[in-house]
T-cell receptor
Framework: KAGVTQTPRYLIKTRGQQVTLSCSPI?????VSWYQQTPGQGLQFLFE???????NKGNFPGRFSGRQFSNSRSEMNVSTLELGDSALYLC???????????FGSGTRLTVV | SQQGEEDPQALSIQEGENATMNCSYK?????LQWYRQNSGRGLVHLIL?????REKHSGRLRVTLDTSKKSSSLLITASRAADTASYFC???????????FGTGTLLAVQP
């Protein structure tokens, strides 16, 4: 079966712009989580959605937002980009929250 | 801050040797999971151990969990060059089910 698909794979944006990243989970998976990975901070939890509802949220500013659609596909949005937002953004899906996540290959965002 | 701390931060061994990585966490958990990441790509789920289990095996992997010490270890036996990767433990945060990752161990297996 198809894995978790993240688009785009690479993105270069300018400070102050906004960006939307997309994630298509494994068919049947209703939980979708987002993570930010940087060399300095490691893997940081952004948020998790289950059945279109945000169930958990990490310690990120309100510039970071997300949503989940009825087909479980998810998007995350970052507004007013800062240089420090440059990172690998990973999406993961699972059947049940908290267990056995399958990760996508990530979107590498560079803010210049 | 991240819930899990891993030790060592980096480990270099020869092919055929065993590799052991340790993870400590701070709060109660329902389960603890180990993931592997190759060179900045997505993570791959390796194994999950529940809070009422003490040891679990999967192929060349052996995981132990000590909830009284809030610690876990991952043992990779007979390592191969292809095992070279970063390994992360992750805990589900107990009631929140929020998956929080440790700092990771970078394993290099020399051929």
């Amino acid at each position: 079966k198809a894995g978790v698909t993240q688009t785009p794979r690479y993105l270069i944006k300018t400070r102050g712009q906004q960006v939307t990243l997309s994630c298509s989970p494994i068919s049947g998976h209703r939980s979708v989580s987002w993570y930010q990975q940087t060399p300095g901070q490691g893997l940081q939890f952004l948020f998790e959605y289950f059945s279109e509802t945000q169930r958990n949220k990490g310690n990120f500013p309100g510039r970071f937002s997300g949503r989940q659609f009825s087909n479980s596909r998810s998007e995350m949005n970052v507004s007013t980009l800062e240089l420090g937002d440059s990172a690998l953004y990973l999406c993961a899906s699972s059947l049940r929250m908290g267990e056995g996540y399958t990760f996508g290959s990530g979107t590498r965002l560079t803010v210049v | 801050s991240q819930q899990g701390e891993e030790d060592p931060q980096a480990l270099s061994i020869q092919e055929g040797e065993n590799a052991t990585m340790n993870c400590s966490y701070k709060t109660s958990i329902n389960n603890l999971q180990w993931y592997r990441q190759n060179s900045g790509r997505g993570l791959v789920h390796l194994i999950l151990i529940r809070s009422n289990e003490r040891e679990k095996h999967s192929g060349r992997l052996r995981v132990t969990l000590d909830t009284s010490k809030k610690s876990s270890s991952l043992l990779i036996t007979a390592s191969r060059a292809a095992d070279t990767a970063s390994y992360f433990c992750a805990t589900d945060g107990g009631a929140t089910n929020k998956l929080i990752f440790g700092t990771g161990t970078l394993l290099a297996v020399q051929p």
